[in-house]
């Protein structure tokens, strides 16, 4: 227990870390440059302790649970030698871990109401289902993103040619999206990579990069995540024009 | 306390696929039983738990803050009646610092710094490139700014810093190539994903003509895309730096 309590609190210290810029900060504005008052400021006290230990709960979480068996997982795919169920294993892993990505959760929302308050959405069942096609859209183009960046580390492409094709895709997609989804379609690229998908795809990329001859995990390992952080563009742009 | 019920449910939903794709793989497909299925169980639990106070927390503190932050830093109260683009500038500087210490602080970019260090063989230094990305995304997020309060398209923006990044890749060194596009998404983390689009969405909301819906999302793309172009930038003249000095000795 007390092993316990001790690794927690190192874990909070760290969640406190990495807070510490972002309310440095805004501590910075406010008492200096702007001088006024945060109104309703014992919710948002409430609501940081909340971030961090919520942050902190699911960062150690992941570190018992997810990480290890995704990790191993990953590995053992790749040893396995069936391409098809290595290619199956990582459109799941990217789904997987993009649907439950914190960051998109709380922009998909943000997307929602904002769409709500601009009228393309009337009611609120609506409002639920354009949030939830939202994120599994971008959570079906990650899982197509990590199974083409396979696809790339056993064939050998050239990454420089895979993002210069999504580049240009992105731009046909702009000329025909309603200018509503753009920003949001633009956004959902940086959003989806983040704390659970990261670690996992680039377990992934560099277990498969090191068990092929003549590929090195250092230089094919990369590139996973410049994959999946374009797909979800084009793919919300779709999902706009369809809306 | 009902308040906090129904995220508790959501989030389930939410975590759940990415349990059944792992257990469901291990079980099925490679059919070997879960190691320290105990310890996977309360890890499952603790990430559930764990994101529904954070997604609560997020509505609470993180989007009101970058909400207020927006609101004031443009209210005219502060910076006057009738400004330009121009008399905004401590919007663009608060942009550029919370882009900086949030991208110097991330613990993702330090793993994948001290990893370019040892790809490039040493010639890529494993503080200069955290500084190359987090002045990428502060400027990205100034820059952004700029954009919901000029109203320009962000398409604009976004195809030339496309063009930009394929020029540089041409002459940017082989090895550092896939790590740049990398930097991109890594920068962006948890935390600073909801302050910075609440800072957008405040933006667009407090400024006259401007629709949240069409400016106010964005930033976060500016974030993700000027990384790698300082990346790239920083690669090249690092790798001048390292050839020079090779040819002197």
């Known amino acids: ?243 | 306390m009902v308040e906090l019920l129904q995220p508790f449910i959501d989030m389930f939903v939410d975590v759940a696929p990415i349990v059944l794709v792992l257990f469901g793989f291990q079980m099925l497909v490679l059919r070997q039983k879960i190691p320290h299925l105990k310890r996977v169980i309360i890890g499952f639990i603790l990430v559930w738990i764990g994101l529904t106070f954070f997604i609560v927390g997020l509505e609470k503190a993180l989007f009101p803050l970058g909400k207020i932050m927006a609101t004031q830093l443009t209210s005219p109260a502060f910076i006057g009646n009738n400004v330009g683009w121009g008399g905004y500038y401590w919007v663009y500087i608060f942009a550029f610092t919370i882009g900086f210490s949030t991208a110097i602080a991330e613990p993702s970019l330090l793993a994948v710094a001290i990893k370019a260090n040892q790809v490039s063989g040493g010639w890529i230094k494993i503080w200069s490139l955290r500084i190359a990305v987090a002045l990428g995304v502060a400027i990205g997020i100034a820059l952004g700014s700029f954009r919901i309060i000029s109203g320009v398209p962000i398409h604009y923006f976004i195809i030339s810093g496309y063009i930009i990044v394929l020029m540089q890749t041409y002459f940017a060194p082989k090895e550092i190539i896939a790590l740049a596009y990398d930097s991109g998404g890594v920068a962006t983390s948890t935390v600073t994903v909801p302050l910075i689009t609440a800072l957008g969405l405040g933006l667009a909301s407090t400024i006259d003509g401007r629709s949240t819906l069409i400016d106010g999302f964005g930033l976060i793309a500016f974030a993700s895309l000027f990384p790698i172009i300082s990346v790239l930038a920083y690669a090249q003249i690092a790798n001048y730096i390292n050839r020079r000095g090779k040819d002197a000795l």
Do not use: C
């Open chain 1, 1 to 243: 227990m007390k092993k316990i309590i001790f690794a927690f609190s190192k874990k909070l210290l760290a969640s406190v870390q990495d807070l510490a810029p972002v309310f440095l900060v805004i501590a910075f504005f406010q008492l200096l440059v702007l001088q006024q008052s945060i109104p309703d400021f014992g919710n948002i006290i409430l609501g940081t302790v909340f971030v961090l230990l919520g942050l902190t709960l699911f960062v150690y979480g992941l570190n018992l649970g997810l990480f290890p068996i995704g990790e191993a997982l990953a590995f053992a795919f790749v040893k396995k030698g069936s391409l098809i169920w290595l290619l199956i294993f990582a459109f799941a892993l990217g789904f997987g871990t993009t649907i439950a990505e914190p960051a998109l959760i709380a922009v998909a929302n943000e997307a929602g109401s904002v769409a709500r308050l601009g009228g393309i959405i009337q009611t609120d069942s609506q409002l639920l289902i354009y949030t939830q096609m939202l994120r599994y859209t971008v959570a079906t183009s990650v899982g197509i993103a990590v199974l083409i960046g396979v696809l790339r580390i056993i064939k050998g492409w050239s990454l420089t040619h895979l993002i210069i094709g999504g580049y240009i895709l992105v731009i046909i997609a702009t000329i025909f999206a309603p200018e509503n989804i753009i920003g949001i379609a633009y956004d959902s690229g940086g959003v989806t990579t983040s704390t659970i998908t990261v670690p996992l795809i680039t377990a992934l990329g560099v277990g498969l990069s090191s068990s092929i001859r003549g590929r090195s995990p250092m230089v094919d390992g990369f590139g996973m995540i410049a994959i999946a952080s374009l797909f979800p563009i084009v793919a919300v742009m779709i999902f706009g024009i369809l809306w």
